[in-house]
Each structure stands twice: as C-alpha cells, then as structure tokens.
C-alpha cells in the first residue's frame, strides 16, 4: 500500500483570486493581510494622535505657570493621551502584527473565523470616533485619568456615557481578536507543527490572548458598575450608598496590570524573533522563554495591588504583593538573560530592526529596575504618584512596546511591501529616537525622586529644568517620528526597484520567509511542508 | 488533507479532510483553562459585592466556547472515497454523522465542472444514474485538480 499525501486548510473563504478593487476591499476584507494592513494603519494614525496630546502636555510643562491649555483641558490630555496610547495605538499595532503574521507563521492560510476578524477591526474606528469626540462636546473629553477612579470620573461631564461605551467597543475587539488568535493558532497550525516548535511570536501571543479574554470582561464589568453609578443610581463605589471607591481600583488594577503585560508580551515575542536573526545563532533557552512567559502572565494576576499600596492596605496584603512583584523579576531576568546569551559570540550585524531590538533589550531593563523600585512598599509610598512613576511606565512601553512595534516593522516591512527601507533613514530614525527618548523621559526619573506629583499642569520652580529638557526631548521624539512615517510609506507607495529574495535577511528562519516577497494575497493554500530548518528558533527537538 | 490509499489488489481508498491540529481533549483543555481563570477572576469579585463581570465573563466565555467548536466542527469533516473493482463508494461526514452513496464503477462519470459564478472554484462531482455527489470542497483548485486525475485514473484501471 502506498500512502501519498497533500495537505490544505479548512478555509474556503477565499479563491484562488486577488483583492477586490476600491474602497469595498478594505470594508469587505476578510484577508488577514488586509486586516493586519488596515490595523498598523490605524494605529500609526493613533500613534500620531496620542502623539500630539503628548506634545500639548510637554508643552505646557516647558515653564511653569500655565501658558498653553487650561488645567481642565491638561487632564482632557492627559487622560486621553493614554486611552489613545494603550488602545488605539499599541495594542491594534500588536493586534496588526498578529494578523499579518501568526496565520504565516503557523502555515495556515488566513485567521481561523475571517469575518470576526473583520468585524473586530470595523468596531474600532468607531469606538475611537466615539472617544476623540467627546473632546468637542460641551463638557468635554475624560478628565479624571485613564484609570477613571470614582468618585472624581463620575463628576465630569455627560460625555463620560460615550467614554465608556467606547472603551466597551475597544473590549469587544479586543475580545473578538483574541478568540480569534487562539482558534487560530491551535486548530491551523501546519502538520509537524507541535507547540513547542511554534515560533515564539506566536506563543507570546496565544499567551497574551489568552490574557486577554480573562481579564476584558473585568475591565468591561467595572467601566459598566462606573455607568451604573452615574447614571442609574446604584453604589458600587459610591461611599454614600454603602460602597466603596477603593474596591474600583482593586478591580481596574486586576486588569489593569495583566493589560501591562498584553502590551509587552508579544514585544518578547518579536525581540526574540529579530535577535536569533542579526545573531545568526538559535534563541538561547527557547523553551525557558516559554515558560517564562506563561509564568509572567500567571503572576500578573497576583500584582495588581502593588499601583495601590497607599491606600492602605494590611502589612500582610503589602508584604504580599511587594514579594509577588518581585518574583517577575525572575522570569523577565530569564528572558533578558537569554536574549544576551543569543548574542553572545554571535556573527552580528545591527541593521536597523537589531538596533531596535538591541535598544529595547537595554531600556526596557531600566524599565523593569524603576519597577523593581515601585514595588518595594516603602519606597513606593514616597514614589506614588510622582514623576518616577510615568518615567517607570514609559520605559516599559514607549522604549519597551513602541520599540518593538518599530523593530517588527522595520524587519518584516521589506515582506509586507516587496521594497527594502532606506537603512540610513532607519539607522537616523533609531539613533534620534534613542536620544531623543531618553532626553524626554530620563529626566522624569529625577523629577520623581524630588517630588514633582503627576497629572499637574504647574509645579514649583525648582522642577524648571527637567521638565525643560523633558520637553525639549518630547518634541524632538515626536519629529523624530515623521522619518519613521517616511519610511513607512515609501516603502509601502515607492515603485519597486529590485526583487527582494523570499528570505529577506539572511539569518531569517520560519515559514513567513519561504514564501514570495512580497507576500502574495493568499499563502498557504497549501499547508506548507513545515521542515527542522524552518523552526524559527532553531531547537529541532522533536 | 488527501491522502490516497492504494493496492493492485484491494480496494482503494482516497481521504479528504481539512488540517487541523486541535483534538477534542484540547479544546476541551483550553476551554476548560480560559472558563477557570475568566470565572476565578469575576467569581471573586462578585463575593465582594462587584457582580457585573461576572455575568459579562459568562457571555465571554460563552461566545468563546462556541467559536472553538464552530471552528473544529468546521475541520472535522471528511470524504471517504472507496475505489473497489465494481463499486465506487463516498462517505462524507462530520461530527459523528456520516452518508454514504454508492455508485456502480462502470457508469460513474467523473467531471470537475465549472462554479456558479466566474469567481466560484470548480466543482468535482461523481455521478451516475441521476445522483451526484460534489467531493473535494475543502480543497483548493489545484488540488483539486490533483484529486480529479487520481480519481479518473482510478475509476478507469481498476
């Protein structure tokens, strides 16, 4: 008996034919690479526009006194500002990324649920209309932080309604998407493709997703308790009516500090993607990083109640989430080790993706040690709610997340667009931001220790200078930041001058790099003949 | 997936299923692990007097569920084409359900028509007698193709 075998997937949603023409291909599309398109579109758009609010912030705290805003619209930026950041701008871009890339990275032919996946993209144009408009309504946008602590978010204005209807469309997406990522990634994985043969992009992700769908009704729950306080008379937090205020920040926190991890989690995965590569050696401890990163994700359940030491809380309940923070240290340490190990003796090259990389593996570190910092008890009842902290969490996110974002596009963009970027203007975009950043975000640390409280729009003189130089650096970031969008539509407008090989770079291994560049509108019709040389890490155990 | 089966002697049998790399133990695993953690987290706070996550997770959870079996229930179909020396028999199901037609070998016409529409993939239907059985849906075109001249082959030497 002879046994001959081909393979395919279980998607029929898509022929063998090309894109619809016009404005219905992107509304229609149920392509992954359309939706991994629209959303990297969408949340450069976001990028940009949280961008701005940042430059109204650093604005008005180049001097003190108040020149640019009044104090009320300061708080309309500050919060919105972060609203934007987290999810309109980092989390559809990971979001984007995951669409683009785990259906090629797994060898399946598109998402597993393709129309979810259109819908989970429309609905968020929507939600951020519905958010960014409030900023004309008569009361104006969300003051009271992106946290939305009662009772001071329950006494804005009646914009507050749209606010959180908006941040319910932001949790459906998010939900849909992530549904969508597990059915994907565990069902249409190509045959030979065990779990621990995944790249770990993809287990970041099915990690993060999984994260997601806990903790999103959470978020959903409390933002709705927050609507039914307001607006029909219940006391959930409301003191006067028997409930209490400090039981909204256990609940936003409990997922509040996994959502932390959702934005860094898939950053591991694609750093641990681009250094192997420029190494030109395996990722060091692939399986530890996966465990690492499932630790990680199980501990940030057990944390939140470190961004609340101050409220007062029993030594036993402080001594507890100051230990249980600190234990993140270990699997981050794990990881932080592993990514300099594959560097170690390896043939590098630092073109700009590596650079990218590289500098995220340097300052997200910082990141991690200020953070080490906030969750030592005592110190934190001096830290909280100072400058120290926004310097903590912009490390993590700005030279942690954004970093990464930009290190994914760089590296992947030449697949997605079939045009090498101009390494000049990246290595330009990498050594401006890397400056500029910390310009704008390392002075924030001593702002912090001296004292300077955030989300104020004045602050004494003796904080003058800091702040000018903080300033300074945000506004040179964000110019920094047009060479990036340069690029990226020079590369996805520009005529095509050469053919670029399937393996873009030459260390490159998974499955995205064995096929066409660039990557033509349907891949994988087939399931791929996935091989030992394909493992993306470079471990063939079996 | 086709895998083809043959023997000068025995009948042959040609298989068509999707890819699918989730079993029913691992749905059940993953369902099982998101329901504990999504249920722990809204059970808690509904003790504490903060009940509205937990019917909102229970909506969640539902929607989830339901799209993973919907997704596996999509991948676990199948076609089983048996080629004997008189008969040609199809099996198709999924789910625990399955019909089986019969078709006299020497009178089955293979055919790959065209789809309804200039976009719609071909079809590849076995007929005889009135009866018409398309197989090979979840395939693509050039499998299909593969699977139309195996099949031929087949239903002519054997």
């Avoid at chain 1, 994260?211 to 306080?229: E, K, Q, R």
């Avoid at chain 1, 932080?336 to 650079?355: C, D, H, I, Q, R």
């Avoid at chain 2, 006299?104 to 993939?121: C, I, T």
Wanted: with cysteine; glycine share 8%; aromatic share 14%.
């Amino acid at each position: 008996m002879s046994t001959a075998e081909t393979t395919h997937h279980d998607q029929d949603d898509h022929h063998d034919h090309g894109p619809a023409k016009g404005l219905s291909r992107w509304v229609f599309t149920t392509n992954h690479k359309d939706i991994g398109t629209l959303y990297l579109l969408f949340s450069l758009a976001m990028f940009f526009v949280g961008g701005a609010m940042a430059l109204v912030i650093r604005a008005e705290l180049f001097q003190p006194g108040l020149q640019v805003v009044e104090p009320d619209f300061f708080n309309q930026m500050t919060t919105m500002h972060a609203l934007v950041m987290i999810f309109g701008a980092v989390m559809p871009a990971f979001v984007g990324l995951a669409n683009w890339l785990v259906p090629m990275m797994v060898g399946a032919p598109d998402m597993a649920l393709p129309r979810m996946n259109n819908w989970s993209f429309w609905i968020l144009p929507f939600a951020f209309a519905m958010l960014l408009s409030t900023l004309f309504m008569e009361s104006g946008g969300p003051a009271a932080g992106w946290t939305l602590y009662p009772p001071l978010s329950l006494q804005g204005g009646d914009s507050f309604a749209f606010v959180i209807f908006a941040i319910h469309l932001m949790g459906l997406s998010s939900i849909m998407g992530a549904i969508n990522i597990v059915a994907t990634i565990l069902n249409m994985r190509a045959p030979k493709m065990n779990l621990l043969r995944m790249p770990l992009f993809v287990w970041t992700w099915l990690i993060t997703a999984f994260l997601l769908i806990m903790v999103m009704p959470v978020l959903a729950g409390a933002v709705t308790m927050l609507l039914t306080d307001r607006y029909f008379g219940t006391s959930f937090f409301n003191a006067a009516g028997g409930g209490d205020p400090v039981m909204f920040q256990h609940i936003f926190w409990f997922f509040g500090h996994p959502e932390v991890y959702i934005m860094i989690l898939p950053a591991f995965g694609i750093v641990s993607e681009i250094i192997p590569t420029f190494a030109r050696k395996p990722l060091f401890g692939y399986v530890s990083m996966v465990y690492a990163t499932a630790s990680i994700a199980f501990l940030s359940f057990i944390v939140w109640a470190h961004h609340m030491f101050t409220t007062g809380m029993p030594l036993g309940g402080e001594l507890f989430f100051m230990y249980a923070t600190m234990v993140i240290a270990v699997p981050t340490g794990v990881k932080v080790f592993n990514w300099v190990a594959t560097m170690w003796k390896g043939s590098m090259t630092f073109e700009t993706p590596m650079l990218f990389a590289v500098g995220f593996v340097i300052l997200f570190t910082i990141g991690g040690f200020s953070g080490l910092m906030l969750a030592i008890v005592p110190a934190d009842f001096q830290y909280h709610d100072t400058y120290f902290v926004v310097a903590h969490f912009h490390y993590v996110l700005v030279t942690g997340a954004v970093f990464s974002i930009m290190a994914a596009a760089y590296y992947w963009l030449p697949k997605w667009t079939g045009n090498m970027y101009s390494e000049t203007l990246g290595k330009w975009h990498f050594w401006l931001s890397v400056v500029t950043v910390n310009l704008l975000f390392f002075p924030q640390h001593f702002l912090g220790l001296a004292g300077m409280p955030r989300r104020i729009p004045d602050y004494s003189v003796q904080f003058a200078e800091f702040n000018m130089w903080s300033s300074i650096g945000g506004f040179a970031f964000g110019l920094t930041q047009l060479i990036f969008l340069y690029i990226v539509l020079k590369a996805s407008f520009g005529k095509r001058t050469e053919q670029l090989p399937d393996r873009v770079w030459e260390g490159a291994k998974g499955l995205e790099w064995t096929v066409a560049t660039p990557a033509p509108y349907h891949t994988f019709d087939e399931a791929p003949d996935f091989r030992d040389e394909d493992v993306a890490h470079g471990d063939v155990a079996h | 997936m086709v895998e083809v089966q043959s023997s000068e002697t025995e009948t042959c049998r040609i298989q068509v299923r999707p890819n699918r790399s989730l079993s029913r133990r691992g749905l059940c695993l993953t369902v099982g692990l998101v329901s504990s953690g999504a249920l722990l987290a809204s059970g808690f706070f509904a003790l504490q007097g903060l009940w509205v996550p937990l019917p909102l997770a229970g909506a969640e959870l539902l929607a989830f569920t339901a799209c993973m079996i919907y997704v596996l229930r999509r991948s676990d179909q199948f076609e089983l084409i048996d080629v004997g020396p008189d008969r040609v028999a199809v099996t198709a199901g999924g789910s625990g359900s399955s019909t089986v037609t019969d078709f006299q070998r020497y009178w089955l016409r293979v055919e790959l028509k065209p789809g309804r529409y200039a976009s719609d993939p071909r079809r590849l239907t076995l007929s005889s007698h009135g009866r018409e059985v398309e197989v090979g849906r979840f395939l693509n075109e050039n499998e299909r193709t593969t699977l139309f001249g195996e099949l031929r082959r087949l239903v002519r030497n054997r």
